[in-house]
T-cell receptor, first 113, second 116 residues
Framework: SAVISQKPSRDICQRGTSLTIQCQVD?????MFWYRQQPGQSLTLIAT?????????ESGFVIDKFPISRPNLTFSTLTVSNMSPEDSSIYLC??????????FGQGTRLTVV | AQKITQTQPGMFVQEKEAVTLDCTYD???????LFWYKQPSSGEMIFLIY??????QNATEGRYSLNFQKARKSANLVISASQLGDSAMYFC?????????????FGKGTHLIIQP
């Protein structure tokens, strides 16, 4: 299995600022995924972070708002830019392991005030 | 159309009873995987069980089993001998593997409460 460390675990941010979330995996993985879970809702895929190429974004999510870095096979960051209260959510990174398991980091609980 | 449908927003079950959480899916991809997760109030996503579209047998992991009915596009989670610690949100998810790079699509979840 893969162990994922995500930080920060929670933050309270002022509107208009940006927050960068880090995700570290204990094994090399080809693809890492970023999800958003709005309050009381299910998880929605934001983007796939590919090592060596630009991230692939899902409909409704854009690079200017959610820039992603993937400098190597064990690390990725997601930035939430120019935040508004509507960005208050849990953000989670995930990896698919051997195509039969998908593990998640502990999540970052973001509150924008 | 929703790709993953969980029709039970909430369930109350007596401790030690078996629980079935419903999940139906929609895909035209012949190669896909189905996942179940538990999310306690702490917010972490705990992987429970996986079923591949080509798997002949239903997946089992301890007290968890997956009732996979491919023709009905159904992948219900069965929890045997429920415990108070099973109280949580449960999410069904699917990964369509034909494209090779897709993340998971989640259902809306079922809030399970185990009563003593």
């Amino acid at each position: 299995s893969a162990v994922i460390s995500q930080k920060p675990s929670r933050d309270i941010c002022q509107r208009g600022t940006s927050l960068t979330i880090q995700c570290q995996v204990d094994s090399q993985v080809t693809m890492m995924f970023w999800y958003r879970q709005q309050p009381g809702q299910s998880l929605t895929l934001i983007a796939t972070a590919n090592q060596g190429s630009e991230a692939t974004y899902e409909s409704g999510f854009v690079i200017d708002k959610f820039p992603i870095s993937r400098p190597n096979l064990t690390f990725s960051t997601l930035t939430v830019s120019n935040m508004s209260p509507e960005d208050s959510s849990i953000y989670l990174c995930s990896v698919v392991w051997l195509n039969t398991e998908a593990f998640f980091g502990q999540g970052t609980r973001l509150t924008v005030v | 159309a929703q790709k993953i449908t969980q029709t039970q927003p909430g369930m109350f079950v007596q401790e030690k009873e078996a629980v079935t959480l419903d999940c139906t899916y929609d895909t035209s991809d012949p190669s896909y995987g189905l996942f179940w997760y538990k999310q306690p109030s702490s917010g972490e996503m705990i992987f429970l069980i996986y079923q591949g579209s080509y798997d002949q047998q239903n997946a089992t992991e301890g007290r968890y089993s997956l009732n996979f009915q491919k023709a009905r596009k159904s992948a219900n989670l069965v929890i045997s001998a429920s415990q108070l610690g099973d109280s949580a949100m449960y999410f069904c998810a699917m990964r369509e593997e034909g494209g090779g790079a897709d993340g998971l699509t989640f259902g809306k979840g079922t809030h399970l409460i185990i009563q003593p």
